[in-house]
């Protein structure tokens, strides 16, 4: 296991905007749903602020989903890849 080193800065990424289109949920109804401000959600969506892990968590409850298929500290990949495969058409 390597060290997590202190003030270092990882990014966290997501897919917020995606599942929210999926469930057609705007902003304003996640924040109200996890009692955070609607601007909190947009800057979540926008990288300038990273969730508590009380709030990744409530965000994943919401979603009926685990934190590891929300959030992450690598690239998700695309969705399509997933289902369709690569562009090769191999899945």
Same mark, same amino acid.
């Given at each position: 296991?390597?060290?997590? !080193?202190?003030?270092?800065?990882? #990014?966290?990424?997501? !897919? @917020? ?16 749903? +996890? $009692? +955070?401000? #609607? ?11 990273? #969730? &508590?892990? $009380? @709030?990744?968590? *409530?965000? /994943? $409850?919401? /979603?009926? @989903? ?11 990949? #695309?969705?399509?890849? &997933?289902?369709?495969? $690569?562009?090769?058409?191999? *899945?």
């Amino acid at each position: 296991m390597s060290p997590v !080193r202190h003030g270092k800065k990882l #990014p966290i990424y997501h !897919r @917020l905007r995606v599942l929210r289109a999926e469930r057609g949920v705007s902003r304003a109804e996640l924040a109200a749903t +996890v $009692d +955070v401000n #609607p601007q909190t959600i947009g800057a979540l969506e926008r990288g300038g602020h990273y #969730p &508590s892990p $009380d @709030l990744a968590f *409530r965000i /994943c $409850d919401v /979603c009926g @989903l685990p934190v590891e298929a929300v959030f992450s500290r690598g690239r998700f990949a #695309p969705l399509s890849t &997933s289902v369709y495969g $690569d562009r090769e058409g191999r *899945r």
